[in-house]
């Protein structure tokens, strides 16, 4: 289903960390058990290294699971926030429109280019009000 992303799969929309989670025990020198909030029951609670990064204390970094909106089958819906730029392209005989988006649960530095035509068509509210950036 297009718009909807696996929890944990790569992606530049996908979430690069939540939590921050307690660390319950240590199992091997590079896996620990981590104490998960009940809405992640079906995730498995032991975790490599390699996944798991330490906490910096800097909240803004921080992103809480209700933010993200996470469903029962551990996927969630991408849900533009605002339209930040606008650019025509010309390619060969015709030129493409498109639409530079912010999505929400997102930082501006990942907001990335979509056809502003099937923006317009999936999301027309963005562009009720007649003004998109140039």
Known sequence: MKGVMRFGKKGKLSPRYIGPYKISKRIVNVAYELELPQELAAVHLVFHISMLKKCIGD?????????????????????????????????????????????????????????????????PYLFESGEVPN
């Open 59 to 123: 909240p803004s970094l921080i992103m809480p699971i209700e933010d993200i909106g996470i469903k029962d089958n551990l996927s969630y819906e991408k849900i533009p926030f605002q339209i930040l730029d606008r650019q025509v392209r010309k390619v060969r005989t015709k030129e493409v429109a498109s639409v530079k988006v912010l999505w929400r649960n997102q930082f501006v530095e990942e907001a990335n280019w979509e056809a502003e035509k099937d923006m317009k068509k999936r999301y």
